[in-house]
């Protein structure tokens, strides 16, 4: 069974701090990791790695895939109140639907 | 413009009953799929669906049932609803059967009581 594990599953930091999450995953026929953040309703897209080693940055958020270790990581620095949320990861393998971690619940406070 | 937008957002119902959430995308996706989400924010698969081809998890009681009139819809049905039916139910879309990036609606809040 595909499967995908986050750590830690929640994590408090305060403002202006960096923070990385971790995503591990195992599934067959890889395709593509990717990441979203969960405020109050829908999942938004923040990235999508589909290679080993390439660091996709947008803003203070950045994300990198490792193909032989099955992990990527997202980094946020200086971080903000408004990057409190859910951070969820998702593998994408040989059938069609994303697997989901359990999530990275980001609680930043002033 | 709403990508994915699912009707109702909230939902509150009796067990027994018999209910449908509805959802519809304009991004001329192909596949569409419906998740589910509990209270601890786990995600799970329930169906996806591409040109007719239904794909369902394996765990989904049968009194669950989607509905797709055309490309653009997948409806999920629910029968005879349990209280541990009540969670978050995602709606979301992808350009191709073999992933890219999902789009999610909004989602539908149902509470079984």
């Known amino acids: 069974e595909d499967k995908v594990v986050q750590s830690p599953l929640s994590l408090v930091v305060h403002e202006g701090d960096t923070v990385t999450l971790n995503c591990s995953y195992e599934?067959?026929?890889?395709?593509?990791l990717l990441w979203y953040k969960q405020e109050k309703k829908a999942p938004t897209f923040l990235f999508m790695l589909t290679s080993s080693g390439i660091e996709k940055k947008s803003g203070r958020l950045s994300s990198i895939l490792d193909k032989k270790e099955l992990f990527s990581i997202l980094n946020i620095t200086a971080t903000q109140t408004g990057d409190s949320a859910v951070y969820l990861c998702?593998?994408?393998?040989?059938?069609?639907?994303?697997?989901f971690g359990k999530g990275t619940k980001l609680s930043v406070i002033p | 413009d709403t990508a994915v937008s699912q009707t109702p957002k909230y939902l509150v119902t009796q067990m027994g009953n018999d209910k449908s959430i509805k959802c519809e995308q304009n991004l001329g996706h192909d596949t569409m799929y419906w998740y589910k989400q509990d209270s601890k924010k786990f995600l799970k698969i329930m169906f996806s669906?591409?040109?007719?081809?239904?794909?369902i998890n394996e765990t989904v009681p049968n009194r669950f049932s989607p509905k797709s009139p055309d490309k653009a819809h997948l409806n999920l049905h629910i029968n005879s609803l349990e209280l541990g039916d009540s969670a978050v139910y995602f709606c979301?879309?992808?350009?191709?059967?073999?992933?890219?990036?999902?789009?999610f609606g909004s989602g539908t809040r149902l509470t079984v009581v």
């Open positions: 599934v067959t026929n890889f395709r593509s």
């Open positions: 979301a879309s992808s350009p191709t059967r073999t992933g890219g990036v999902y789009t």
């Open positions: 669906y591409n040109n007719k081809e239904l794909i």
């Open positions: 998702a593998a994408g393998a040989g059938s069609y639907q994303l697997t």
